[in-house]
């Protein structure tokens, strides 16, 4: 069973950028499709962003495309998320996923990293 876990979470002001980092441990991830999700108290968790297993092929949330970027260093086991003008809407828990390619279920789970954003 992978181990996942988040990094980088914070307080930022709004307009500015934060980099979360999720690392994984217990096996290698480099077959596995990788992604973040968010989930604000109240709300339902919502996916932002996933990265196929060679870093070719990127799927984002429609409304989050163009500032949050995905990507992977397979031969680090991990994989990044690239927040940029970070608005008032963003703050929540975020999390990082990985399924197959095959499975579309999202089979294991960080434990989340939160982000605040101040206005």
């Known amino acids: 069973q992978v181990q996942l876990v988040e990094s980088g979470g914070g307080l930022v002001h709004a307009g500015r950028s934060l980099r979360l980092s999720c690392a994984a441990s217990g096996r290698t991830f480099s077959s596995y499709i990788m992604g973040w999700f968010r989930q604000a108290p109240g709300t339902e968790r919502e996916s932002v962003v996933a990265?196929?297993?060679?870093?070719?092929?990127?799927y984002s949330t429609d409304s989050l495309k163009g500032r949050f970027t995905i990507s992977r260093e397979n031969a680090k086991n991990t994989f990044a998320l690239q927040m940029n003008s970070l608005k008032p809407e963003d703050p929540a828990g975020y999390y990082c996923a990985e399924r197959t390619a095959i499975d579309p279920t999202w089979a294991s789970w960080g434990q989340g990293t939160q982000v605040t954003v101040s206005s």
């Open positions: 990265i196929s297993w060679g870093g070719g092929s990127t």
